[in-house]
């Protein structure tokens, strides 16, 4: 079989249905995800074990076919002049599964994005740190992509990223971008922000918050005059300073409590929700870091943060059931799909009564 031609119909349909994700697993027929839903594609044979070794062959060059083998999964991007994908294989009783995430080849304004426009103004900043949060899948590295555009389009930096795998590939601005790949251009992130120091970098995006010493030299970097991006797979803000500080040992806490309430800008906690006109719009809670709020991450008080952020409307902070509220007041989303992506239900039902 020519397995070129099947992932090229493959990425045809996936184009033509507007499809975020595309799964291939031994004993399926080829899926994709259209708006959170799963579709079978019967028109497509039913995959074999050669089907899906020869879909990996196409996707994978030798050095990552070599990692899989060896490490028994992988992470990876690809593309055509058409469309690109982050993807994953893996093992599953033995045989390989497939996993494509379809990546936007144009990075989206904040507008295009239903995002707030307030968070133009943490591009704006010398140095600090700026967390994007929420569960997979749900847009974080695209939001980063496109508050990091703003800056390559109107400041000239020297922004470096660090990725695993790269996803965006940005195209030329006022500024300089190094995009580096984790295990293709370095070892590992902890290593490239090592060496970050020395290639007078202004801006930097760690793709996601990994270990102790990551995240340690990540908030480091924030400090030393620059200004840090970076993920985390958390649900709101008060997690998100629990999880950071929770990674380092206890003798250390009070430590960093002292360096993320000073260098901390904001977390932006995001969900994408299905709309009821089609597509998905995203939901969101955001954290600005004002006196009160580092005075509470100090003082290992972060439990009191959502009342902060509830009552800080007009410095811009919002929080999710309330933009939650506001989706369904407007007919974006249904009642019945804000209540399931609500963490506080009966706070919810008060906003919209």
Known sequence: MNYKELLDNLIKVIIEENGSDLHLSVGYNPAIRVNNNLFFLKKINVLTEDDVVGIMNELLNTEYKERFLREKEVD????????????NCFFSIGT????????????????????????ESFTQKEQGFFLVVGPVGNGKTTTVASMLEIVNQNVSNHIVTIEDPIE???SKGKSIIDQREVETDTVDFATALKFVFRQDADVLMIGEMRGLETISTAVTAAETGHLVFSTLHTNDAAQ????????????????IRTQLAGSLLGIFSQRLIPRISGGVIP?????????????????ARTYEIPNVIETAAREGMISLDKSLSDLVRVGEITLEDAKRYSLQVDRLDRMLN
Request: with cysteine; net charge positive; glycine share 6%.
């Open 240 to 255: 998100t300073i629990d999880r950071i500080i929770d990674v380092f040992p206890a003798g250390q806490q009070t430590q």
């Open 96 to 119: 390989i599964g497939i996993s494509l995430r379809v990546i936007s080849k144009k990075i989206k304004t904040l507008q295009e994005l239903n995002l707030p426009p307030i968070l």
């Open 283 to 299: 939901a969101y809670e955001l954290l600005i870091k004002n006196t009160a709020v580092a005075n509470l991450i100090r003082e």
């Open 76 to 87: 990876f991007s690809c593309g055509t002049d058409k469309i690109r994908f982050r993807g």
């Open 168 to 170: 965006y590939v940005f």
